[in-house]
């Protein structure tokens, strides 16, 4: 697509979408370090380490619905993180930290879309 032609259809969108559009990369980077600082002020509020066996590294932490339904929880919203890291913020009460082997055995024992190892 020529510059010409791009800002043409660039103009119908928020000047956000604009800079999108003709700096993906830019846009990305920025995304993508806003995400991470974001999962990061989450997982800190929640207690920076799996409640279950204390590892702390957060590459490996989940955020873990206490009650189940994170599945459908993701399905009903279309920003996924931006909606969902404010939903931990407003109700901390129904996440926890897990590491990934705790999430996993958990979904594991309460068949959670997962095969159930004997
Ligand atoms: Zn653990």
């Known amino acids: 697509m020529t510059q010409a032609i791009q800002d043409q259809f660039t103009g119908l969108y928020s000047p956000q979408r604009r800079f999108a559009l003709r700096h993906p990369e830019k846009y990305n980077a920025t995304r993508r370090n806003w995400s991470h600082k974001r999962?990061?002020?989450i997982i800190s509020k929640l207690g920076n380490k799996c409640i279950i066996c204390g590892f702390d590294d957060p590459r490996a932490l989940?955020?873990?619905h206490i009650n189940g339904g994170g599945r459908e929880e993701l399905r009903n919203i279309s920003n996924t993180s931006?909606?969902?890291y404010r939903m931990v913020e407003e109700?901390?009460?129904r996440y926890q930290l897990l590491c990934h082997?705790?999430?996993w055995?958990?979904?594991c024992e309460n068949h959670e879309g997962?095969?159930?190892w004997d």
């Open 91 to 93: 109700h901390p009460e």
């Open 39 to 41: 999962r990061l002020e």
């Open 101 to 103: 082997n705790h999430n």
């Open 82 to 84: 931006t909606r969902y």
């Open 114 to 116: 997962v095969k159930v």
């Open 62 to 64: 989940c955020i873990d």
């Open 105 to 107: 055995i958990k979904k």
